[in-house]
């Protein structure tokens, strides 16, 4: 094994055993007998492929490069010659039909769930869009109905997803004139690395659902513009392949989902260090993703993330790919946990998904680098509290771990404007996801368009506030008197309460 030889498809075609399996993909020749039991999907669905070319059934689900990930190189057979005839055609006819044969029972009652047919739309010339706006309008023109619901579901009424932005926009802002504001800065430091702007790609999942290039594209947009990725646990690529579409010296932090099966979650971590990322994102506000009513309603598409190995699928509560990729997740982290990363991984940890002045003080005490406030884009808890009512929460309430630890913050965030407001409270930057993933649409070029709509904005805002630098923002700038009387006095004190935080870590 591992000697790089040519086979022609007669040759592989012997090897169709569950004791003996060979498959190509992509002209590559792999024995993949020992991976069967530990495929997420099942090993019956690669035994219908077992001695052919699985080429585009496997397209149809994964990322490039997942084999080379997952597999070592002892069980590279070698390259399918170029001559032999293609068998790619997958019985019983893709893929997906093949999943759900092994996945659901013929008795098993099922959800309805709705698939709308969308006809391919032609994209706008790229400069036409002038607003972060403008590329969620063609996304949801243009994506599959799947990908759309996917990527702009939230939790049940929608009641956090929408406050998030509209109380954001009820802070105005108090600018000064007759300043020299020629020259500007927004260049800032995260976590100790250069960005060319306060602001990062916040971490999403699949994106490979808004484009082929997926992950990849956002680290060649984020490499261009000299900004920051935050890489999502549930990529479609794998964590090396998308380090690697960037360029030497590219500041990524990986987003992290904690395993229930701890030795994954460490070799995760050590594998991000080796491969230079520096700083882990925990999530610590989804132990169980929100009901995303959207996600549920349209079938989920056969797609595995590269990292964590989740799988989308459908069963009789619909197709949500948010609850359905979420079995792996760690549903008993605490805070004592956060040592553990730091350890395993040798690099700063930040909190992703913190909604209280309690918890901020709790990240201080037990070490975080950071705190990123967030609600996961109103996808999780309905109800829950915009953000920008609990980064003024901090101010009310514990102002010191402004010089503590830093601040993030996320959720509702699509102007230069509204990025200038966070910045004047002391956050050192600012996270967008969904804005990101719709510029997908456009590949890089779209991810570079973007990021420059976002500077320019926040450049001519700083400039009409009359200042020429991030650094020099502060509260005094913005009036907050519209939504003060929303902002919590206490630190989640109350006479009635029976579990004390502290109790339990």
């Excluded at 569950?18 to 007998?33: G, L, Q, R």
């Excluded at 504001?181 to 690395?193: A, C, M, N, P, Y």
């Excluded at 799988?311 to 997740?329: E, P, T, W």
Aim: hydrophobic share 40%.
């Amino acid at each position: 094994m591992g000697e790089n030889r040519e086979l022609s498809l007669a040759d592989v075609s012997t090897h169709n055993t569950e004791t003996d399996c060979w498959i190509a993909v992509s002209s590559k020749v792999w024995n993949i007998t020992e991976f069967l039991d530990l495929h997420p999907g099942g090993k019956a669905v690669i035994l219908k492929y077992a001695g052919a070319d699985a080429t585009a059934a496997y397209e149809e689900i994964h990322a490039p490069g997942i084999l080379e990930e997952h597999l070592s190189s002892e069980k590279f057979i070698g390259d399918l010659a170029p001559s032999a005839p293609s068998n790619d055609v997958a019985p019983p006819s893709t893929v997906q039909e093949a999943t759900k044969a092994e996945e659901t029972p013929p008795t098993a009652p099922q959800t309805q769930v709705t698939v709308t047919v969308q006809q391919p739309t032609e994209l706008p010339a790229l400069y036409s869009l002038i607003a972060a706006y403008d590329f969620e309008e063609v996304a949801k023109r243009h994506f599959t109905p799947k990908a759309w619901a996917f990527y702009s579901s939230a939790a049940t009424d929608l009641v956090t997803h929408h406050a998030n932005k509209s109380v954001l926009r009820r802070v105005m802002i108090r600018p000064r004139i007759l300043r020299d504001v020629k020259e500007v800065s927004i260049k800032r430091k995260i976590l100790g690395h250069d960005s060319a702007a306060p602001f990062f790609i916040s971490p999403a999942a699949m994106a490979r659902l808004a484009h082929k290039d997926g992950e990849l594209a956002l680290a060649r947009g984020a490499a261009a513009e000299g900004i920051v990725q935050c890489i999502s646990s549930n990529a479609s690529y794998p964590l090396g392949s998308i380090v690697n579409a960037g360029v030497d010296g590219q500041t990524f932090f990986l987003q992290l989902y904690v395993n229930w099966d701890r030795p994954k979650t460490a070799e995760l971590l050590k594998k991000a260090a080796s491969l230079g990322v520096k700083g882990v994102f925990v999530t610590v506000d989804a132990p169980v993703p929100g009901k995303r009513e959207a996600d549920e309603r349209v079938a989920a598409e056969a797609v595995a993330s590269a990292i964590s190995g989740a799988v989308a699928s459908n069963d009789k509560k619909g197709g949500g790919m948010g609850r359905l990729m979420a079995g792996y997740v760690e549903k008993s982290l605490i805070w004592k946990d956060i040592q553990w990363i730091k350890e395993v991984s040798g690099l700063p940890v930040v909190l992703k998904g913190v909604q209280s002045a309690a918890d901020t003080m709790l990240a201080v005490e037990y070490g975080a680098a950071g705190v990123m406030l967030s609600n996961h884009g109103g996808r999780s808890l309905d109800g829950a509290q915009p953000t920008i009512l609990v980064l003024l929460e901090l101010h009310r309430v514990c102002p010191e771990v402004f010089n503590q630890i830093e601040i993030y913050i996320d959720g509702g965030f699509e102007r230069g404007s509204d990025i200038l407001k966070a910045l004047a409270l002391g956050v050192t930057a600012v996270g967008l996801g969904r804005p990101y993933l719709y510029s997908l649409a456009f590949g890089s070029e779209g991810v570079e368009h973007l990021t420059q709509i976002l500077k320019d904005e926040l450049e001519t805002s700083l400039r009409l506030c009359g200042l020429t630098d991030i650094d020099q923002l502060h509260p005094g700038l913005l009036n907050t008197q519209d939504i003060d009387h929303m902002v919590t006095n206490e630190a989640n004190r109350h006479p009635w309460i029976k579990w004390e935080p502290k109790a339990k870590i």
